[in-house]
């Protein structure tokens, strides 16, 4: 899954990037209004984590500006605990609120529940074919037992798993499961198809000629 995270403190901003990179997310980054709505505009993000507190365009303008034009998840913080600014956070198209500071771990779980409810999932385990996706503890499992997957392998099974039954083109999984700051290179998405599929079964991914992939 892939995040826009918009924060002015530096500091702020390098620990949540890194800490979501931990926790097997793509992550771009943005340390200013400006910034973060032109990042938002181009690239169509899984959840984007904002600050209400911005230079330039705060955090409750870009978010006005964004939702003239998409429905990306968003996830709001901000260091005002105020009644007044929480509802015009939500009021302006924010998904969820987060008062400064908090705990990482509740901001995970948040963001997973976005992650799920854009996707139409009501709970965070799949199961496909003898195969449980854990979307919580972000693990899979074959007949019981946890396979071993790379943060990217992860990624591409649970976005093909939460898109089950519709073909994703290459490009759409490169934009979700790469950031900005990666090589894509045109062969890596191959590599990590057949990587899954040597562990999870062949016929686990299947691939539309011509149109991408998906899980049936």
Not at 90 to 118: C, H, M, N, Q, V
Not at 123 to 144: F, H, K, M, N, P
Not at 166 to 178: D, G, P
């Amino acid at each position: 899954m892939r995040l826009l995270v918009i924060e002015d403190d530096p500091l702020l901003l390098h620990s949540l990037s890194e800490g979501l990179r931990e926790e097997q997310y793509a992550v771009d980054t943005a340390i200013d209004g400006e910034e973060g709505l032109a990042k938002a505009r181009e690239t169509d993000y899984d959840c984007i984590v904002l600050d209400g507190m911005l230079p330039g365009i705060d955090g409750w303008e870009l978010l006005a500006r964004l939702r003239r034009e998409k429905k990306t998840p968003v996830l709001m913080l901000t260091a005002r605990d105020a009644v007044p600014d929480r509802i015009r956070g939500l009021d302006a198209g924010a998904d969820d609120y987060l008062t400064k500071p908090f705990d990482f771990e509740e901001l995970l779980a948040r963001l997973r529940a976005l992650i799920r409810r854009s996707s139409g999932l009501g709970t965070s385990s799949l199961e496909i074919d003898g195969v449980e996706i854990d979307t919580a503890l972000r693990q899979v499992r074959s007949a019981g037992e946890i396979v071993s997957l790379t943060p990217r392998e992860y990624g591409l099974v649970e976005y093909l798993a939460l898109h089950r039954g519709s073909v994703v083109s290459r490009t759409e999984l490169y934009e979700h499961l790469f950031d900005e700051s990666d090589d894509t290179l045109s062969n890596l998405l191959d590599v990590h198809v057949s990587n899954v599929r040597k562990k999870l079964g062949a016929g686990f991914i299947s691939t539309r000629r011509g149109h991408g992939y998906s899980i049936e």
